[in-house]
């Protein structure tokens, strides 16, 4: 070999590795990746994953608070020291070995970063406020290890706009307990039609009992419709719900628009008709399981706590009706034989 295919064998070999290698990617987690989540810095298989100061310090304020989230705050915070429980201070800046599953799946370590003991520097964001720190943490450790890849993790939007512009390359929302992948391809529960709903029909029968009206219509006036689908269209009238069908035709529950939104569960009423369609389903004792999907804000959260409500208060009620009967009601039978049927009494206490 000559000197000059040595040389050319030097320069050309550790490119040849840099490309064989996976970049090693180092994952900084937000306070509310542990409160969403407090297990979550076992979820990043092979990856290092480090925790600021500031979280620590962010979770000791909210584990006292008389609030839901002041239990997850306290796993959190057991989960961290059970894992860091047997390292010394040195370890636990370096990185202390993840637990691992089985030798085919290595594992990560998790590291705790001092951010209070950084200096600021023209490039950092003020220190007044926490998430700042922990911004300033991964501008550090990108700044320190240009040869990894480092990914602040949080659901806060805002704070991942702030990170953007303060020059952290890579920022991620927590998508690890998100069970299916293409969430935009799940059914939206409800069917739209252009204009008016009769205009698609050309035949229906209808029967009515009681209030409620059914139509039947071919089936392939909604050919991919599912049980328990409503069907809306843009007018100001029509709303239904499929309860069934055949190979020929679709039964079709006439609700309206009008009693949909007039649907009223302690006092809480749906904004729009999508709101209406979602109470509607939570209220029929029929539907065994209702899932609520859309983006912040549109009411996922307040529709159901109204409805888990409704449930325990119901329950409670239940509860007290039927320690009135057996003190008041069915003693007295039971003592006076005045009822002298075969038909029983039965009372369910509701669970949630």
Known sequence: MTKENMNNEKATSPLQIEDNVEQQIVYILDTNILLHEPFAFLSFKEHDVIVPMTVLEELDSIKDRRKDVSRDARVAIRALEDTLRDASPEQVLAGVKLPQNDDQHPSGSLAIINDYALDKT??????????????????????????KKIVLVTKDINM?????????????????????????????????????????????D??????????????????????????????????????????????????????????????????????????????????????????AGIGKTGIMSTIISILVQTSVKIKSIAQFLQRNIIQNISLTNQIKTSSKLALVECNV
Do not use: C
């Not at 998430?131 to 290890?145: G, S």
């Not at 299916?180 to 009769?198: A, C, P, R, S, V």
């Not at 009992?209 to 049980?227: K, M, Q």
């Open 122 to 147: 023209a490039h950092t964001l003020s220190f007044n406020e926490n998430d700042n720190r922990i911004i300033n943490a991964a501008l550090y450790i990108q700044k320190k290890t240009p040869h």
């Open 160 to 204: 991942r706009l702030k990170a953007k512009g303060a020059g952290l390359a890579h920022v991620e929302d927590y998508r690890t307990d998100q069970l299916i992948d293409d969430i935009q391809f799940l059914t939206k529960g409800y069917h739209q039609f252009e204009g008016d709903f009769w205009q698609h029909i050309q035949a229906v």
């Open 206 to 295: 209808s029967q009515t009992e009681g209030r409620n009206t059914t139509h039947y219509v071919a089936r392939d006036t909604v050919p991919l419709t599912y049980i328990n689908e409503y069907l809306l269209d843009e007018g100001a009238t029509f709303a239904g719900k499929v309860t069934g069908w055949d190979d020929d035709k679709i039964s079709i529950l006439d609700l309206g628009r009008e009693r949909l939104l007039a649907k009223n569960a302690w006092g809480i009423h749906p904004k729009n008709i999508y709101q209406g369609t979602a109470m509607d389903a939570l209220l029929d004792p029929t539907i065994d399981l209702v899932i609520l999907t859309g983006p």
